[in-house]
């Protein structure tokens, strides 16, 4: 197979207004900068490029998607600053057979709301709490490798209800020291497309520098790439059927 193609997506907003304070020491490059580096650790002949939403069109141009075997999204602040130009480009895309993660907040993100349908609303605290990610589908390629559990040390708490529709797939599931419990790796397939969604990675804690985050990443970018599926969404037809009899 030839090399994967990586796009790492990111608002930027954090970055640009240095809040939290403090991050720029543990995500110098930014959390897209710390996203491509993990990735290039863990899948070395890839292909990796970054984009940020004040690039023109956002960095995701037609030429771009076309070149993306896998599209990584992180966004927080600005969902509703991206354009619905681009978001119906990146759709087109996943449906014809492009890769999807989407990662932490980004279950807000234009682009997973229309593709599941839902609101993706959940319940949320930020007190650095525990994580524990647990497995619940150890034989999926997404898991290989993976602790069970992950555990972070700080995190912003996620909990249920996480209103998404029943996931094709549930991967993992993470417990709280608070009590909480939410459903942190789901896949979902929309057209010729395949979707992870992996909640950790808030903005306030390192949690992309740890090496077993960066293994599920990758094991979710080798699970969504499909190089060689012709990038064309399904469509409505009507062929001939002369050879049935």
Known sequence: MSALRITVWNEGVHESTKDPVGMDEYYPDGIHGALASGIGEQIPD??????????????????????????????????????DA????VQQH???????????????S???????????SLSWRNAAER??????????????????????????????????????????????SGGEVFRSGVTFNRGRGRIFYFSPGDERYPVYNQPEIKRVIANGIRWAARPG???????????DRDWYL
């Not at 234009?110 to 993706?120: A, D, H, M, S, V």
Request: with cysteine.
């Open 46 to 83: 890839a292909t990796v490029r970054t984009a940020l939403l004040s690039d023109p069109e956002h960095g995701l141009t037609e030429e771009v998607l076309a070149d993306t075997d896998v599209l990584l999204w992180w966004g927080h602040k600005a969902h509703g600053q991206v354009d």
């Open 131 to 176: 994580e524990a990610v647990w497995t619940v589908n150890p034989t999926h390629p997404i898991a290989e490798g993976v602790p069970n559990p992950l555990v972070i040390p700080e995190q912003e708490t996620y909990g249920e209800l996480f209103d998404i529709p029943a996931p094709d797939e549930l991967i993992f599931i993470s417990s709280f």
């Open 110 to 120: 234009k682009i997973f709301t229309r593709l599941l349908g839902t609101t993706c």
């Open 229 to 239: 599926v012709d990038r064309v969404a399904p469509k409505v037809s009507n062929p």
């Open 94 to 108: 996943v449906l014809g057979g492009m890769g999807l993660l989407v990662l932490h907040s980004g279950h807000f």
């Open 86 to 89: 681009v978001v119906d480009r």
